[in-house]
């Protein structure tokens, strides 16, 4: 049973580009959130999808937005990316709104130059 | 708001000695805690997590964590590290049930020693 799996790994882009990351949930989960790791800083919520919704949203600009699928995956969008938008991004996913069960993937880590 | 203060940034232990990671949490209801570890590069793996009942806490690894209402702490501990164990450790407090929003300290970084 594979886990949380996040797309890509690793990626390189210019200050003022877009970047698109991607993320499968575990089997069996159909909530997906999304989280902002900086260097040396523990994960910040960006937002979470639920029956491809955005249902909760933390404290980040509309440069990022995110879509959910009807097989649960998800993507995370940034726009107009700045040099602080550099960090590992992390997505988790649960059985339901729960929290009670949450898995994280192993990230996508965005270098912006 | 909810917040989590983890005082300690980075903490030195030697192999086979015993650990004490501290977690202070603010949130106005019963929270739901839990500490996560991550090793250099990869993502969080889950250790354990307090929801209700009995204030301790066994997780993976060996390790434990006791809730404490009136100090609003919820320490992880460990009897005797490996050197497998050195990574960064955060905790984390979710709001109510049915919302999944976690909010995490900032983390402490555990050195093992031989």
């Known amino acids: 049973d594979a886990g949380v799996t996040q797309s890509p790994t690793h990626l390189i882009k210019t200050r003022g580009q877009q970047v698109t990351l991607r993320c499968s949930p575990k089997?069996?989960?159909?909530?997906v959130s999304w989280y902002q790791q900086a260097l040396g800083q523990g994960p910040q919520f960006i937002f979470q999808y639920y029956e491809e919704e955005e249902r909760q949203r933390g404290n980040f600009p509309d440069r990022f937005s995110g879509h959910q699928f009807p097989n649960y995956s998800s993507e995370l969008n940034v726009n107009a990316l700045l040099l602080g938008d550099s960090a590992l991004y992390l997505c988790a996913s649960s059985p339901d709104l729960s929290g009670n069960t949450i898995y994280f993937g192993e990230g996508s880590w965005l270098t912006v130059v | 708001a909810q917040s989590v203060t983890q005082p300690d940034i980075h903490i030195t232990v030697s192999e086979g000695a015993s650990l004490e990671l501290r977690c202070n949490y603010s949130y106005g209801a019963t929270p739901y805690l839990f500490w996560y570890v991550q090793s250099p590069g990869q993502g969080l793996q889950l250790l354990l997590k307090y929801f209700s009942g009995d204030t301790l806490v066994q997780g993976i690894k060996g390790f434990e964590a006791e809730f404490k209402r009136s100090q609003s702490s919820f320490n992880l501990r460990k009897p005797s590290v490996h050197w497998s164990d050195a990574a960064e450790y955060f905790c984390a407090v979710g709001a109510n049930f049915g919302n999944e929003k976690l909010t995490f300290g900032t983390g402490t970084r555990l050195t093992i020693i031989p």
């Open positions: 089997s069996g989960h159909d909530t």
